[in-house]
């Protein structure tokens, strides 16, 4: 099974930027669809953004529009969530996830069959 392994977080300071990376452990990545996803304690896990395996659509939620870039990188198995113009609203624990790309439902993190551990985000002002 695809493994997955995040790093990039860290703690900055408002209006700051980060860049994620999500390593695959498998060529088969190039199969896969990733999305990022944060979650903080006592909340639900939110989507934040997705790539088609082609790399040529991407989806963002309306909170990150504009200032978050996903993109990736098939040569070398791995995803990327740059960050930018960050807000302590973006502070939580990012995680990347793959799916098959079915072409539908990238905001559904059900959907997802692979995850990484998570790399933790924090905003500070």
């Known amino acids: 099974q695809l493994q997955l392994a995040e790093s990039g977080g860290g703690s900055v300071q408002v209006g700051g930027s980060l860049r994620l990376s999500c390593a695959a452990s498998?060529?088969?990545?190039?199969?896969?669809?990733m999305g990022w996803f944060r979650q903080t304690p006592g909340k639900e896990r939110e989507f934040v953004a997705a790539?088609?395996?082609?790399?040529?659509?991407?989806l963002y939620a309306d909170s990150v529009e504009g200032r978050f870039t996903i993109s990736r990188d098939n040569a070398k198995n791995t995803a990327y969530l740059q960050m930018t113009n960050l807000t302590p609203e973006d502070t939580a624990v990012y995680y990347c996830?793959?799916?098959?790309?079915?072409?539908?439902?990238?905001?559904?993190?059900?959907?997802?069959?692979?995850w990484g551990q998570g790399t933790q985000v924090t905003v500070s002002s």
């Open positions: 498998e060529r088969t990545f190039i199969y896969y669809a």
């Open positions: 790539i088609r395996k082609s790399g040529d659509i991407m």
């Open positions: 996830a793959a799916r098959i790309d079915t072409g539908y439902n990238y905001r559904v993190g059900g959907d997802y069959d692979a």
